[in-house]
């Protein structure tokens, strides 16, 4: 097995001022655990990198075609959006569809998460909504998991919802751990969110790789989604969206926060898994091209938009570089 080295370090001036341990498990097509980083059986949340498992019981049951959504609904629902005019399109034609308004997201609002979100928000003067909230579209989905299924819409958020007890079960079925072994607390959003290791997460996604390069039709689906329509999984610079499109979809990254990401690889049969252990974002980014890199499955040299998240200047408020965010070890 292959030992990463992920840690992300900050420096001002001459000095290290900071280190961000990371933690990380790679799993290949026999299932095999093939390099990690640190401890593999690290457990946290999963957060939003479950996402694309959380709306496969939706597609299964035959309720999301039945609505008539196509690739743009099913993109948004597993996205994390970044609150741009674009993402608040789409999640609000969800809700119509289904009769309903932003008011039923069990989400609150929050400011956009993409720089031109926030901007376009700041100059619109508008009042933040529940359509802003980046899980927005993985809402409107349960929304409309339940109101398809003919089950109550009330509390579709919370883990004993059928809505919930079916996603679980998804994501039990494709980490291979049981149900009983997965604590379970509240994400960001409101939505009920599992505790797994990171082997077992890498192995999930691993799994969704083998199952679109198969083209088996639900993990084909999804992949096809985010693929034609990157701008909805994440947004203008985020980096799930980038790296799909400088990647030419060939890299499908879930970001999850307190430094949690997932990434799948479909030609390889790959997974990746990380955590970074105090949870910094702007750590968190740059492990996993650091890690993608290690395993060559990015050059060293890497386009210019993504280069930029792994070898970053830290400035102070005159703008003047005082500083650097870089990878500890040479890639």
Avoid at 46 to 51: D, L, Q, V
Avoid at 114 to 137: D, F, M
Avoid at 142 to 156: I, N, Q
């Amino acid at each position: 097995m292959r030992a990463l080295t992920l840690d992300i370090e900050v420096t001002r001036g001459d000095i290290v001022e900071s280190v961000h341990r990371v933690h990380a498990a790679v799993v290949g097509p026999d299932e095999a655990l093939l390099a990690a980083a640190r401890d593999a059986g690290f457990v946290t949340m999963w957060r939003s990198c479950a996402k694309f498992f959380q709306v496969m019981p939706f597609l299964a049951s035959g309720g999301f075609d039945a609505l008539g959504w196509g690739p743009e609904e099913l993109a948004l629902a597993c996205a994390s959006h970044g609150g741009e005019p674009e993402h608040l399109a789409v999640a609000a034609r969800m809700l119509t569809s289904l009769g309903l308004d932003e008011g039923d997201l069990a989400c609150g609002p929050h400011e956009p998460l993409s720089s031109r979100g926030a901007k376009l928000w700041r100059e619109s003067g508008a009042v933040l909504t529940r359509l802003h909230n980046n899980c927005s579209g993985k809402h409107a989905a349960m929304l409309a998991r339940a109101k398809t299924a003919g089950w109550s819409l009330h509390g579709y958020e919370g883990a004993d919802h059928p809505v919930q007890r079916d996603a679980l079960g998804e994501v039990s079925a494709w980490t291979g751990v049981p149900l009983d072994d997965m604590p379970i607390g509240v994400d960001g959003c409101g939505v009920a969110v599992m505790a797994l290791p990171l082997e077992r997460m890498a192995l999930a996604y691993a799994r969704w790789a083998r199952a679109i390069a198969a083209e088996e039709p639900v993990p084909t689906r999804i992949a096809t989604a985010v693929r034609a329509h990157p701008q909805l999984l994440g947004g203008t610079e985020r980096f799930d969206t980038l790296l799909l499109q400088e990647t030419d979809g060939a890299i499908i990254a879930k970001v999850g926060a307190e430094g949690v990401h997932s990434v799948a690889v479909p030609s390889l049969g790959l997974g990746l898994a990380l955590k970074v252990e105090d949870g910094a974002l702007r750590a968190q980014h740059a492990a996993v091209l650091v890690a993608l890199q290690q395993l060559q499955v990015l050059p060293s040299e890497l386009p210019p938009r993504l280069a930029e998240f792994v070898r970053k200047g830290i400035r102070n408020t005159r703008g003047a570089v005082v500083g650097e965010l870089r990878p500890v070890a040479a890639v």
